[in-house]
């Protein structure tokens, strides 16, 4: 599928709106990813991303990628600064303040986002900065671009990147950060999971998509007495920090894994797993995503290791774990989840198609 904000922010230099940068310029591009119009981009780009899959294609391609920006490393010395508005509106006003105080005064600052992803706020935001901003719309999605000067408001800046920032949430329970997966709540298939976890838990465990850790401290607190060892897997490296903080103290061995799920398991000779499944809904219901950390948690199961996994009750991902593994349960089925127990992985984790009807629809 087309990146509308990608293909969209790099229109204002194609269109000879904004020179094209010179060789020796610095440049940042926050939350990057890979496009042919990269290479418009001066070679010692800096690329953030902090989602693996995204920051694997930028390594290979040749850029210098890091996960995250060091908030020590905020000298204000680019040229330009690039960002693909992610549409979380908190994360979006986080990264506009991290971009514009990395900017030299005078620097340019580029920022798109799909008309379906908050494209139309784009405008209002960065004059809320204190920018003076030029606009287009292209490809679905709008491009807004501006130069620093001394009306920049700091203030608001620093407000943005605290509100933004890895915070206490639900009275001090846990910390999380905007941007994450139901980052200031429990999510109810989650909860509903935790609280069906079986007693007998034991040995070297997961929770694969582990966002900010709600799966893994329950699996812990509740369940944990005779657990070795619990391996934290995300391939988003903000949820990888917020898991690491709420787990301090834990009663079990604990790691971490910035890893994407989707191209395999990180760790093996598991006893069990636990699942909340990244997925994606809406029009273009997807299972795939699912599908492949079904298949990944197979793979690290020892041969009589189970999977503990929640699903929405609309995605059909019965016939996969019938594939792969020997005995599959349901623990229960309400509330829109589904509750899945699956034994025995037989070893079948290889990537097939699934007929239409059994699969996705
Ligand atoms: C539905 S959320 C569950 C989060 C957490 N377990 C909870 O219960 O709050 C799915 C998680 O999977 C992560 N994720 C998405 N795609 C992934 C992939 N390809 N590999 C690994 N993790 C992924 C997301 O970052 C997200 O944290």
């Known amino acids: 599928m087309q990146d509308a904000a990608l293909q969209c922010l790099f229109h204002p230099f194609r269109a000879g709106f904004i020179e094209m940068p010179a060789p020796e310029a610095t440049c940042l591009f926050l939350n990057a990813a890979v496009d042919p119009a990269l290479d418009l981009l001066p070679r010692g780009t800096l690329c953030q991303q902090h989602f693996r899959s995204g920051y694997d294609a930028l390594t290979r391609a040749g850029y210098q990628a890091v996960p995250v920006l060091e908030e020590e490393d905020d000298r204000a010395d680019r040229d330009i600064v690039l960002l693909r508005a992610p549409k979380q509106l908190q994360e979006l006003k986080g990264l506009i303040a991290r971009g514009l105080v990395r900017l030299r005064p005078g620097g340019l600052f580029v920022v798109s986002a799909a008309n379906d ?3 139309s706020r784009l405008g209002e935001l960065l004059a809320e900065a204190g920018l003076d901003v030029s606009s287009d719309s292209k490809h679905k999605a709008r491009v807004c671009r501006a130069r620093t000067g001394p009306a920049l408001q700091m203030a608001r800046l620093d407000a943005w990147r ?3 920032a890895m915070q206490p949430v639900m009275e001090g329970a846990y910390r999380s950060m ?9 999510d109810p298939g989650s909860a509903l999971l935790a609280d069906h976890l079986p007693e007998g838990l034991k040995g070297d465990g997961a929770d694969f998509g582990c966002g900010y850790g709600f799966l893994s401290r329950a699996v812990l607190e509740r369940r944990g007495a005779d657990v070795r060892s619990l391996a934290c897997v995300d391939a988003d490296a903000r949820a990888l920090a917020a898991a690491r903080e709420n787990l301090i103290g834990a009663s079990a061995e604990t790691t971490f894994h910035w890893a994407d799920l989707e191209t395999g398991s990180p760790v093996r000779g598991l006893d069990f797993v636990v699942m909340n499944p990244p997925f994606h809904l809406g029009k273009d219901r997807n299972t795939a995503l699912g599908e492949g950390c079904i298949r990944a948690a197979a793979s690290a199961l020892k041969p009589f290791g189970h999977l503990y ?3 929405n009750r609309r995605l059909p991902y019965e016939a996969l774990l019938s594939r792969v593994f020997s005995r599959v349960e349901t ?4 509330n829109g989840y589904k509750l899945h127990k699956a ?4 070893g079948d984790t290889k990537k097939h198609c699934v007929p239409r009807a059994l699969g996705t629809q």
């Open 162 to 164: 605290q509100e933004s």
């Open 117 to 119: 992803a908050g494209g």
């Open 309 to 311: 996994m929640v699903s």
């Open 343 to 346: 034994a025995h992985p037989n």
């Open 178 to 186: 905007p941007g994450l997966f139901s980052w200031d709540r429990i």
């Open 331 to 334: 623990l229960f089925e309400g």
